[in-house]
C-alpha cells in the first residue's frame, strides 16, 4: 500500500514554470513505476510522464517533451515535475501515480489503467 500527495500547483501566466511535488509513503521509489497524468474539464485523464526508478528509464508524452522533467529524492521519497513553458492548454488537474515495478516498463504504462495508486491531484492553471 502507499499513498501519494501532491502539491506545488496554482495560477501560473503562459511561458511560467511550476514544480509540483509528489511526497509518497510506504516503499521506496525502487519498487514502483511512477507517472504523472492530467485531466482538463470535460477530457479524459492524460498521460504525461512514467519514470521506472530501478531502471532510469523515462517516458514522455510528446505534448510535454522538452518542457517537463520528472526527478526524484529518495531520501525524502519525493517526485518531482518541473514544469516550464507552459502553455494555457498546459491547464488541468494532475495526479501522481504510482504501480508496482515488476513486470511493467514506462512505455507500456501510459494508460490511467496501468497505475495501482492516486494522489488527490493538483490544479495547474494556465493564463495567457
Known amino acids: 500500500q502507499v499513498q501519494l500527495v501532491e502539491s506545488g500547483g496554482g495560477l501560473v501566466q503562459a511561458g511560467g514554470s511550476l514544480r509540483l511535488s509528489c511526497a509518497a509513503s510506504?516503499?521506496?521509489?525502487?519498487?514502483?513505476?511512477m507517472g504523472w497524468f492530467r485531466q482538463a474539464p470535460g477530457k479524459e485523464r492524460e498521460f504525461v510522464v512514467a519514470i521506472k526508478w530501478s531502471t532510469g528509464s523515462i517516458h514522455y508524452a510528446d505534448s510535454v517533451k522538452g518542457r517537463f522533467t520528472i526527478s526524484g529524492d529518495n531520501a525524502e521519497n519525493t517526485v518531482y515535475l518541473q514544469m516550464s513553458s507552459l502553455k494555457p492548454e498546459d491547464t488541468a488537474v494532475y495526479y501522481c501515480a504510482a504501480t508496482w515495478a515488476v513486470g511493467k516498463t514506462v512505455l507500456r504504462a501510459t494508460t490511467p489503467g496501468s497505475y495501482n495508486y492516486w494522489g488527490q491531484g493538483t490544479q495547474v492553471t494556465v493564463s495567457s
Open positions: 510506504g516503499r521506496t521509489f525502487s519498487s514502483y513505476v
